[in-house]
């Protein structure tokens, strides 16, 4: 039995057309912007998580690979919820094969929804187990894929939670300049997210850092904290000399 075939058929049959229509201009997939040529049949997240747990255990991962190189957006987030299904019991070896294919096909996880909801589970997780082989994520942060940078940055989240900052910390030394607004606003949420755990931990960093920091970036850091130390923060990035 095919059940690729039959799975494809599911995600068909669920097709909104107009839910795709908006997807694909919050996404961004005219000439020229970051989403480019990506395609969508307008599905939602939930219908896409029940299909995941019930075709768990028969899509093999060559399947998977069809799925990650497939041209439609929600085939490839198919792929992605199919490998964080197969995660939940994977020994050691499992969960290796399962990294090495999220980086064989790192540059098929090709929007910002693909990147955040997948890289902190299957990056950021194994990372934390086998952290001897991070350099992955300072190799992405170099990239000239805007994914992989977000990759390697958003994988972070996940150190964050074990409250464990300094790799979150350098990365974002290294992006500091990055042209791309999408890598801005994932470290400022980033930065709010140590914030969360450690306040004092987060603005150390801002304090060293804050006058180089693109606006977006700035703002969204300091979201949560109280409006005069807010504008404080504001107030120093304003001295910034371009």
């Not at 494809?8 to 997939?29: G, H, I, N």
């Not at 020229?32 to 896409?48: A, M, R, S, T």
């Not at 150190?159 to 042209?179: G, R, S, V």
């Amino acid at each position: 039995m095919n059940y690729l075939k039959r799975l494809e058929v599911d995600l068909k049959s669920a097709t909104d057309p107009v839910r795709a229509q908006c997807y694909q201009r919050f996404f961004q997939t005219g000439k020229g912007q970051y989403g480019e040529g990506d395609i969508f049949l307008g599905l939602k997240v939930p219908y896409q998580r029940q299909l995941a747990k019930k075709y768990k255990d028969v899509i093999d991962f060559d399947d998977i690979e069809k799925l990650l190189m497939h041209k439609i957006h929600e085939f490839r987030f198919m792929g992605l919820l199919l490998m964080m299904e197969k995660l939940h019991k994977a020994d050691a070896k499992l969960k290796k094969k399962i990294f090495k294919m999220y980086l064989k096909y790192s540059k098929q996880v090709n929007n910002w929804d693909l990147v955040d909801f997948s890289a902190p589970k299957i990056v950021g997780n194994y990372l934390l187990e086998y952290p001897n082989e991070k350099d992955i994520l300072y190799t992405y942060a170099k990239s000239d894929n805007l994914w992989q940078r977000r990759i390697a940055i958003i994988s972070t989240f996940a150190f964050i939670k074990k409250k464990q900052f300094e790799d979150t910390f350098k990365i974002t030394e290294m992006l500091l300049n990055d042209p791309h607004d999408l890598i801005h606003k994932a470290i400022g949420w980033l930065l709010r997210e140590v914030g969360k755990r450690d306040q004092a931990a987060e603005e150390t960093f801002l304090q060293k850092h804050c006058h180089k920091m693109p606006r977006a970036m700035l703002r969204s850091a300091i979201e949560r904290f109280e409006e005069s130390k807010r504008m404080w923060y504001l107030r120093e990035l304003s001295k910034r000399k371009y």
